[in-house]
């Protein structure tokens, strides 16, 4: 329930602050004086769009604060403990702009976005008007709203989970589908691609050994021409002569030297062991040597078809075992693909039938509701001078969705014999008043979580059907609080809490005030809107002669 209102600095208002009651408050005041001005300003704080320009002439801001009694299980308090704002029984919206555009706003004391002002809004107050097309003149939500009145949103969201697993298993099988599609037009190329890999029989680091064996087979000859050069400088004539040499003539003059030559002995003759040696692996080295044409051929051929087929599929050769891999697996998916494709298609068929019967029952539901709805809204109608007028609610097939296949429409027809049609085309402003008000009146047996906030609805409208207006709104004030802009002086009879919004002018400069009247002071404003400017006794005795049968009636 909406508290309290405090206004600073915004169009013609200085400093305004209001406190409202529970049930029907109501805003009377000549045209011009205001009165929508609030409403402008309720919606800035609320985060609704409206015009530019708030800011007061002169001010560097403009300030708007509402605060709400919220009860523990208040749907805002989910967006509250989404956005991370600390939950209290009372909630406290502030907002401020700048003349520059700028706009700051707070929630319980935690900055946030007119983005969560609008969430919370929706779950806080319920504007209508002539002009409402954000609620019952908005077709769009004309399906929720006989949902909430047959008591089937818990029915409304099996079916969107119904039909997101039904939408989920139509992707898959259109991807599966697709990629057998795809492999069944490359089957061909895969296999004897495959079947080409197979031959090569590629593994990881084939590529580099056989390069590495090639190259060594290109420079064997030259190779094995040197290190037989070698073999040739130690044996033979070579090293291995001259070192057996030396040894002998060392030992046949170590004799006369009396050892002096034994270490050049010993070392010469560790020497002529070592040469031998050396010989004898150099030789091994050049029996390995002896690699063939044939051979060299081969390994040629082996290596230029690895790098041929890595080029093929643009990878490097050592690839090549995974691009097989990947080959094999899409030959086995292809194999697999149709058993899986009728598994697929048994899926989705299962998930329609279940979306179907939930968007059947769905239809039965609203199909009830509506016949109740029209039933209650024939009856309503009756007290506002509307027995004549028809109204249904139209359900007819549009494509399946979320919330089912139904398109839900309130129509009208306001004399008898003529066709029904939307609300705001047929109606007139008066009629369209009335009509609002009964529907609203159907569909609020649940509404007290909200205010309700009506704009004129009353307007084009006078006599007993303005007073059975104001009664249908004192109805849904018993339901919770509702806020009324009036000109009517029967619905401002029936009000628990009046208010009276002026325009003055101080120092060249128009202000809008608004005062809660008293007792007396309601008894003149209603004979204001009774009598027009100049109010005489009788207009007087007219209004109390209202406010006493307000108090009969309440």
Not at 87 to 115: W, Y
Not at 199 to 221: H, T, W, Y
Not at 510 to 525: A, W
Request: hydrophobic fraction near 40%.
């Amino acid at each position: 329930m909406l508290r309290g209102l405090v206004v600073k600095d915004m169009l013609i208002i200085d400093e305004l602050e209001l406190s409202f009651e529970p049930g029907l408050n109501v805003l009377t005041g000549e045209t011009g004086a205001g009165k929508s001005i609030l409403l402008d300003c309720l919606g800035f704080v609320l985060g609704w769009r409206g015009q530019a320009g708030l800011v007061r002439q002169g001010a560097e801001q403009g300030e708007v604060t509402a605060w709400f009694d919220i009860q523990p299980n208040h749907p805002v308090n989910n967006i509250l403990i989404d956005s991370g704002i600390e939950l209290d029984s009372e909630l406290i919206l502030r907002r401020i702009n700048g003349q520059d555009g700028r706009k700051t706003a707070f929630v319980n004391g935690v900055r946030c976005s007119a983005q969560v002002l609008r969430r919370i809004s929706e779950t806080l107050l319920e504007l209508h008007g002539q002009n409402d097309d954000r609620g019952l003149l908005n077709v769009r939500s004309h399906q929720g709203l006989l949902d909430d009145y047959a008591g089937a949103n818990n029915l409304k969201i099996e079916c969107s989970v119904a039909w997101n697993k039904m939408l989920l298993a139509e992707k898959v099988l259109a991807k599966t589908a697709t990629e057998i599609k795809t492999l069944q037009v490359e089957e061909d190329y895969l296999r004897h691609t495959v079947a080409e890999l197979l031959d090569l029989d590629v593994s990881k680091g084939d590529d580099d050994s056989l390069d590495a064996r090639r190259r060594l087979m290109q420079s064997a000859e030259k190779i094995r021409e040197d290190v037989t050069k070698s073999i040739e400088a130690i044996s033979g004539s070579g090293a291995e002569t001259q070192i057996s040499n030396a040894l002998r003539w060392i030992e046949s003059a170590a004799e006369k030297l009396d050892g002096q030559l034994a270490p050049a002995f010993e070392t010469l003759q560790l020497a002529l062991n070592a040469v031998g040696k050396a010989q004898q692996e150099i030789e091994v080295v050049v029996s390995n040597l002896n690699f063939d044409a044939v051979e060299l051929e081969q390994t040629e051929e082996r290596l230029f078809a690895i790098r041929a087929a890595a080029r093929k599929h643009s990878v490097v050769p050592d690839e090549l075992p995974r691009i097989l891999e990947e080959l094999t697996k899409k030959i086995d998916n292809l194999h697999s693909g149709n058993a899986n494709l009728e598994q697929l298609e048994f899926d989705l068929m299962d998930k329609s039938e279940k979306y179907k019967g939930i968007i059947s029952q769905l239809r039965k539901a609203r199909v009830s509701a509506a016949k109740n709805l029209d039933a209650a809204m024939s009856a309503e109608l009756v007290p506002l001078k509307m027995e004549r007028a028809i109204f249904r609610t139209e359900i007819v097939d549009q494509e399946g969705g979320p919330t089912g296949a139904d398109k839900v429409s309130f129509k009208v027809a306001t004399n008898p014999g003529s066709p029904t049609g939307p609300l705001e085309k047929i109606a007139s402003g008066g009629e369209l008043s009335r009509f609002l008000l009964a529907l609203k009146v159907c569909l609020s047996k649940d509404s007290s979580d909200r205010t309700m906030i009506f704009d004129e609805i009353d307007r084009g409208v006078g006599g007993s059907t303005a007073d059975a207006v104001g009664r249908r709104l004192a109805s849904l004030g018993g339901l919770g609080q509702v806020l009324v802009v009036t000109h009517s002086p029967q619905v401002a009879a029936l009000g628990i809490a009046h208010w009276r919004v002026e325009k003055s002018i101080r120092d060249k400069k128009t202000f809008s005030t608004v005062t809660k009247l008293g007792p007396e002071d309601r008894v003149n404003e209603i004979a204001r809107m009774l009598a027009g400017e100049v109010i005489t006794d009788e207009a007087r005795e007219a209004a109390r002669s209202l406010l006493k049968m307000k108090k009969r009636n309440a």
